[in-house]
């Protein structure tokens, strides 16, 4: 066609070439705003599509509608589609006795037809556009068809073969409009051959005449099929026409588009970021079946044959990812697998790559998803002290209690009775007033009587001047007065105060009788968490809800160092100092008991209590006993099949709930540095908004741990706001105390300053060689830098010396030959092994029990001294003077009556010294006893850490306190007598009796599987650190804070995305190699040594001077003054600070 470009292909409307902006021509052969114009002008003309292609051509700068043409096309296209759409629309609501009327009409109808002629009315041909479309052939129009009239379509199992001879008129018949000039790229039309089988029919009626034609080829085929139902047979005689093929993709496409649309714009869907707190991969999945069955069938085609619980996630990560390129707020699964790689640290690189895949959203939307899912991280622990104070609420709706004063029961023994101090103690925010006290008319006489083992305090006074409960514990029964009272074998006295009005007893006379009966069922002792979990280090938000509500929260200071890579000036390498903290839910508890008032006064706990005394000594000896009988069924052959007859789990009375998980939950990082006064403050009371308060807003003190340095600052914080009007001023919402970790690395570190010297290294036998020997190169003389190097060798030498020391006490040569000693059934195994290890205990670890030195040098220079007399009391005068009287009216001990000063010590430490200081002494000998019983302490601390034996941890503090002691560690030792003092005197009852029953924490609940309280944050402190240093130069305020939450925020949504996936993420098993190898050759190299075999005279060149009892330097008689001036000194705290809630 000439000048093609300058005119209208459709209207010939000539183009202003220069002016082509105004003119708006289009390409006929471009698709304009999803506008085919081909295929539009082929509609509106009734011609064939391709071959109207083929006539024009398909070169898109060559041909052009003018603005008109292209608007009314526009308009015809948009219409065709609404009609098409209505269609669809209108036949989907078609009942079914319209269509059964539509078939009755149709069949009468064709019935009519059947004997008409069919007339085909031409028209003139249209006006040749090109040369292609002047040899095209026939274009005679179709005439006017009714809407009913069935079209010629269906599809057919096999084609029929074409007739050889066309005709204008078969053409005709056939509604096809074939081109007498063949286009070059059309292909020829392969000839099917027909089918066998019954013919069929269809007879097409038209209005004033009616046709009947033998359908024939695939819609032939198509049409049986469909009448012998056989629907997928007719599926596929349909699919070889290319049209109905092009149809069902549309309508397939069409039906997946709208599924897709609709999910997409349900405001609830689970794919949507906005939801991700729902996401499950069950929920997902149940989603696309709903909503999307056509598009999931597909997907699974797609994925293959795999199985369900593996097939889910990747279907439904699949659809995630094509949901995400559809709309960018369908992205929960990317923003978890973002939160996922937050988690692992990857560089920012990373997210973009898998942000252009699709697997993610990019770092900056992770940075805001990580923030808007961590808001709520500390709700749990909110909603803990929400429910104390509820619970507390309860209990004293119906009781009255003393808002001002209480008093102490100073319960005691005497001759099988329970006696109380005269006068009541009151304990008030504000200090006592001395004058008071000594203007106060109260005659005291008292008594001392003392008994073997007791410490008696009788009173003359008459019981209607005072009331007391006199109720006390024993063996886990509440005594009453007339019952006999006797110490525990686990622990010292206890002096327990139980809250009572005063007034209200002197009023009415009667005497008060507050006796509880302690039955299993008073104590609430519940956990709902389960031993198996998938997050190993905290709890989700689901999981933390307990009936049990009380907790404790523990901190520790966490240091990062940021390095500069080009210094100046003003750049340098930063130091961060941080605080991090923990809540801990406490797994034991007593809600009976009383937790507003202390049970004693310090001042009336005698110094014996705060020593081990002769129970401590025993119960230490049972556990050495066990811990050897372990080692020996583990090493010895003839003793492997007897393990079975030893306690590997040490029981007492909380076993069961021990072996539960804990729930912890993060509260965050802090950017303030401990070490200031000023800033401790400040993170004191960030952490006093966890506090539970009762309805008059007053705080319930709560435990809050930390190892000594934490607990000295915190202290020294509470000192400065000692002076303010109110509570929270003051700090009081927090009850310090030391964590067990810290103190057992201490005590661990005291070992082996006694133990471990690099001159050793020749001696064989001594730790150092031992070290070089077994090639243990991570042993370090500071344990602080290699705690779990040292506490493993050191166990691996201890378990070394049992089995050599039981060599010895059978006269053994080798392991193998125990099997001449031990018996062949159980029973003479089990008292073979009895009485195997209490030998090893009596002759080689035992030592004489403590006893305080009373006739020290110190003592006998103040007996010509004047005491203060008051019973007690250390303070002495030169005369009976002014200063003696001005003391007495200030005197603490004033109210109390005479306390004991215990017995003096007839195994004085100077003896012990003595004895050990004479050269005869086999010194080797000493050194491996010392080597075991060190060992076996260590062991015997750990095992008590993880089975959350708080008897047993509080009786290693008492032994730990005599070290601290001697080597001079105050602040530890300060800590072992602030404990007991808690657990005794200054909490209340189930203060104290949480404190000691809930020591250790539980990461992934198992039976043995608690670690203490500070060394599970310490857990938690690497997980944090390895977050800090992945953020390199980033280090803000705001990462700072955002790490902190995200260790427990996010842990619910990625715990609900990793169940799904079929893969167990319990508790992990690390592999630990067998020891049988180094034991069988430790004892090879060290059994002709014969270290447990006295030979006097024997030493090592380093160890030349030690003592077989390791505590015999200790001076009693000035560790007993440390303690009576470390009471006076508690006892001033606890008179000004208040527990009255």
Known sequence: MEHSDTCCVHCTHVFNVENLKEERRRSVGKQHKDVDLIKTLAFCYEVDEVKLRNAIGYDDTSFFVCSQCFNSLKATYVSLNKCRNLCEKLKTSTSTSFINLRTILSASREECDADEQIHVDTEPPLPSLTPALACSGSTARKRQRNIFTPSKSGCTPKAKRKASTKTPKKNRRRLQFTSTCKPQDEKPTPQVTQSPGPKVKVHLQFKGSSRKTDLKGPGKLACRSIVQKQYKTALNHLLTIEDAKKELVNTVMKNISQEVQALCKNKESTFRGSNISRFSWKSANKELERNCPLTLEILKIVAGSFKKKKETPRVVSSMAILLFNRNHQMNAVQSINSVFMFRGHVRTRVYSTFNRAGFSTSYKSTLSRIDQICESFDIPVKNWAKAVSEQHNQDTSSTDLSSSDHCYALTVERDNELVTPSTPFTCSEEPISTSAASDSDVHMDTTLQKTPGNYTLQDNT??????????????????????????????????????????????????????????????????????????????????????????EIVMDNLNCRQKTRHKTLETSNKTHNLVHSIAVQHRITDNTKDALHP????????????????????????????????????????????????????????????????????????????????????????????????????????????????????????????????????????????????????????????????????????????????????????????????????????????????????????????????????????????????????????????????????????????????????????????????????????????????????????????????????????????????????????????????????????????????????????????????????????????MKHNRSVSIYGTQGGNVPGDQALEFMNMRAKDALDSLHGNMTSSSIQRIGRSLQGC???????????????????????????????????????????????????????????????????????????????????????????
């Open 1051 to 1141: 842990n619910h949504i990625l715990d609900c995305y990793s169940k799904g996936l079929d893969q167990y993420f319990g508790k992990p098993s690390n592999w630990k190699p067998s020891l049988k190898k180094d034991i069988d050759m430790f004892v090879n190299q060290l059994k002709d040594e014969n270290l447990f075999d006295r030979n006097p005279g024997r030493y090592f060149r380093s160890f030349d001077n030690i003592e077989f009892e390791t505590l015999g330097k200790l001076n009693g008689s000035k560790l007993y003054k440390w303690l009576t001036g470390k009471k006076e000194q508690y006892a001033i705290i606890q008179r000004t600070r208040s527990y009255i809630v």
């Open 462 to 551: 008459s019981p209607g001047d005072h009331c007391y409960s006199q109720t006390v514990e024993r063996d886990n029964e509440l005594v009453t007065p007339s019952t006999p009272f006797t110490c525990s074998e686990e622990s010292p006295v206890n002096y327990i105060a139980e809250p009572i009005s005063t007034s209200a007893a002197s009023d009415s006379g009667v005497h008060i009788d507050t006796t509880l009966k302690k039955t299993p069922g008073n104590y609430i002792l519940q956990d709902n968490t389960s031993p198996d979990m998938d997050s190993p280090f905290t709890t989700t938000a689901d999981e933390a809800i307990s009936e049990n509500t009380s907790f």
């Open 599 to 994: 049970q004693a006064d310090i001042l009336s706990i005698h110094n014996e209590a705060f020593i081990p005394n002769h129970e401590d000594y025993e119960a230490l000896h049972s556990n050495f006993r066990t811990l050897i009988k372990r080692a020996l069924v583990e090493f010895v052959p003839a003793l492997k099949d007897s393990q079975d007859l030893v306690e590997f789990h040490i029981q007492h009375p909380y076993s069961e709930l021990s072996a539960k998980k804990n729930n912890v939950i993060p509260l965050g990082i802090l950017e303030k540095d401990e070490n200031i006064t000023e800033q401790m403050i400040q993170v004191v009371e960030h952490l006093q908004q966890y506090v539970p308060r009762t309805k008059d807003g007053k705080m319930m003190p709560i435990l809050l741990g930390g190892d000594a340095l934490s607990v000295e600052r915190g202290e020294a914080a509470s000192r400065a706001r000692l002076d303010a009007i109110t509570a929270e001023d003051r700090l009081d919402g927090f009850i310090w105390k030391s964590e067990d970790w810290h103190g057992h690395v201490i005590s661990l570190q005291e070992s082996y300053n006694l133990l471990y010297k690099g001159s050793s290294s020749g001696e064989k036998g001594t730790l150092f060689q031992l070290r070089n020997q077994f090639d243990r190169r991570g042993v370090n003389s500071e344990v602080k830098n290699a705690v779990n190097d040292c506490r493993e060798f050191l166990r691996f030498v201890t378990k070394g010396h049992i089995l050599l020391a039981a060599m010895q006490i059978l006269g053994l040569t080798s392991l193998d030959d125990f099997e001449t000693k031990v018996g062949k059934d159980d029973t003479e195994k089990k008292s073979f092994l009895d009485k195997l290890a209490i030998d090893i205990v009596t002759q080689f670890v035992a030592t004489k029990e403590f006893k305080f030195d009373q006739l020290g040098k110190d003592q006998q220079e103040n007996d010509d001294r004047i005491k203060c007399g008051y019973p007690g009391c250390p303070k002495t005068f030169a005369v009976d003077g002014r200063c003696r009287q001005k003391h007495r009216d200030n005197c603490q001990y004033k109210h109390f009556q005479h306390l004991s000063e215990g017995s003096p010590a007839d195994n004085t430490s100077s003896c012990n010294s003595a004895n050990s200081s004479s050269k005869k002494e086999d010194f080797k000998f000493n050194y491996a006893c010392n080597v075991l019983r060190e060992g076996l302490m260590d062991w015997n601390r750990d095992d008590a850490s993880k089975e959350n034996d708080g008897d047993r941890l509080v009786r290693m503090w008492r032994f730990d306190m005599l070290k601290f002691s001697m080597t001079n560690h105050t602040k530890y030792c300060q800590l072992a007598f602030k404990l007991q003092a808690q657990l005794m005197a200054l909490l209340p009852p189930r203060l104290a009796f949480e």
